[in-house]
T-cell receptor, first 117, second 110 residues
Framework: GAVVSQHPSRVICKSGTSVKIECRSL??????MFWYRQFPKQSLMLMAT?????????EQGVEKDKFLINHASLTLSTLTVTSAHPEDSSFYIC?????????????FGPGTRLTVT | LAKTTQPISMDSYEGQEVNITCSHN???????ITWYQQFPSQGPRFIIQ???TKVTNEVASLFIPADRKSSTLSLPRVSLSDTAVYYC???????????FGAGTRLFVKA
């Protein structure tokens, strides 16, 4: 099946700094990618929908100025956590749909563990 | 987007068949039912998808009754490595976004 990668797999940063997470679709082009956040023992929470060539669509309660999303190409979306604080520590997961797939299933990246100290 | 309800957790033993049922009473005509598996600190992995009746692949079977208000994921002869969280999602194939419910935490014991 299709592969989605994320980089880095884990990152530790100091409070107040910004962190960028990359999400790539390796063998298909994705016009739409999704960003999720997952806290321990909880389900995935959709943060935003990343659209190639246009602005991201954020879910209610997600600060768009804090979580900057850029979908610069059909294979790359980035999430930048600006001025990170300890409460932003979480597991961030991206996903993409393969438009050529007949089931329309989402392919998820391996996730990025962010720890803010 | 149809809301789903699943048991919070289930326990099983190696070699047993496990059935996880998901309720989705307000499923729409165009909605498909999709199940994902997630291991700790990993992204979810697609297991199976169906619209009605029964779907089977090399990993699992999915049973959907005629009214489509529920579905059952069947895992044959589970092993310790099947310990994971299983999510049932309902939505249009290729739909714009996917909302995850709480999922079912399956624990397989030796």
């Amino acid at each position: 099946g299709a592969v989605v990668s994320q980089h880095p797999s884990r990152v530790i940063c100091k409070s107040g700094t910004s962190v960028k997470i990359e999400c790539r679709s390796l063998d298909f082009q994705a016009t739409t990618m999704f960003w999720y956040r997952q806290f321990p023992k909880q389900s995935l929470m959709l943060m935003a929908t990343s659209n190639e060539g246009s602005k991201a669509t954020y879910e209610q309660g997600v600060e768009k100025d804090k979580f900057l999303i850029n979908h610069a190409s059909l294979t790359l979306s980035t999430l930048t956590v600006t001025s990170a604080h300890p409460e932003d520590s979480s597991f961030y997961i991206c996903s993409a749909r393969d438009p050529t797939g007949n089931l329309g299933e989402q392919y998820f990246g391996p996730g990025t563990r962010l720890t803010v100290t | 987007l149809a809301k789903t309800t699943q048991p919070i957790s289930m326990d099983s033993y190696e070699g047993q068949e496990v059935n996880i049922t998901c309720s989705h009473n307000n499923i729409a005509t165009n909605d498909y039912i999709t199940w994902y598996q997630q291991f700790p600190s990993q992204g979810p992995r697609f297991i199976i998808q169906g619209y009605k009746t029964k779907v089977t692949n090399e990993v699992a079977s999915l049973f959907i009754p005629a009214d489509r208000k529920s579905s059952t994921l069947s895992l044959p002869r589970v092993s310790l490595s099947d310990t994971a969280v299983y999510y049932c999602l309902v939505g249009e194939t290729g739909g714009f976004k996917t909302i995850f419910g709480a999922g079912t935490r399956l624990f397989v014991k030796a």
